[in-house]
């Protein structure tokens, strides 16, 4: 059983370069979301999905677009990388978060520098 | 808003001490609240959680933790620590749309 997988491991971006980082969990998780991890900052919220077709914004959305076309993906996209989104980013999900129990699953990351 | 702050941002203990972890939290409905673990290079794993069926709260390798409400805190100790502990800690609430709201972490550090 995989769980959340997350594609690449590794990218080096250049400035204005786009990519999308590919999410997929086998768990049939009806929640996903992306969040980004910064030195001394934890973990903030990009973007979230509550269900096949849906997205929402998170804590820090700017520079980012998600997709949800299936249940079990999730896409992150930068159209126009710049060197402040130089982070680790964590794919999640979660069967159920309507009442705040339901705890996250996460993948182990992608690491994108942006030069 | 719901909000966390872990106190410190670093701790170093000795194989064998106890460990603690401070993590308190802001609230304005009664909170779930979660310690993950994250090794390096690797994704977080939850802990435990705390969903007010008990105040004392058991989680995975020996650590648990403790919810006071008149506090607003959720530390989490273990008491004796051991070198596979070193790791960084999160403790997480969740807010009112069922999100989770993350510390800034603390990376726990064990000396042989």
């Known amino acids: 059983n995989a769980g959340v997988t997350q594609t690449p491991k590794f990218r080096v971006l250049k400035t204005g370069q786009s990519m999308t980082l590919l999410c997929a969990q086998d768990?049939?998780?009806?929640?996903m979301y992306w969040y980004r991890q910064d030195p001394g900052m934890g973990l903030r919220l990009i973007h979230y999905?509550?269900?096949?077709?849906?997205?929402a914004k998170g804590e820090v959305p700017d520079g980012y677009n998600v997709s949800r076309l299936k249940k079990q993906n999730f896409l992150l996209g930068l159209e126009s990388a710049a060197p402040s989104q130089t982070s680790v980013y964590f794919c999640?999900?979660?069967?159920?978060?309507?009442?705040?129990?339901?705890?996250?699953?996460f993948g182990n990351g992608t690491r994108l520098t942006v030069t | 808003a719901q909000s966390v702050t872990q106190l410190g941002s670093h701790v170093s203990v000795s194989e064998g001490a106890l460990v603690l972890l401070r993590c308190n939290y802001s609230?304005?409905?009664?909170?779930?609240l979660f310690w993950y673990v994250q090794y390096p290079n690797q994704g977080l794993q939850l802990l435990l959680k705390?969903?007010?069926?008990?105040?004392l709260v058991k989680g995975i390798n020996g650590f648990e933790a403790e919810f006071k409400k008149s506090e607003t805190s959720f530390h989490l100790t273990k008491p004796s620590a051991h070198m596979s502990d070193a790791a960084e800690y999160f403790c997480?609430?969740?807010?009112?749309?069922?999100?989770?709201?993350f510390g800034q972490g603390t990376e726990l550090s064990v000396k042989p």
């Open positions: 997480a609430v969740s807010d009112t749309g069922g999100k989770l709201i």
């Open positions: 768990m049939n998780h009806e929640y």
């Open positions: 609230s304005s409905v009664p909170p779930y």
């Open positions: 999905s509550v269900g096949e077709g849906t997205t």
């Open positions: 705390y969903t007010s069926a008990a105040t």
């Open positions: 999640a999900s979660s069967y159920y978060a309507g009442t705040g129990s339901s705890p996250l699953h």
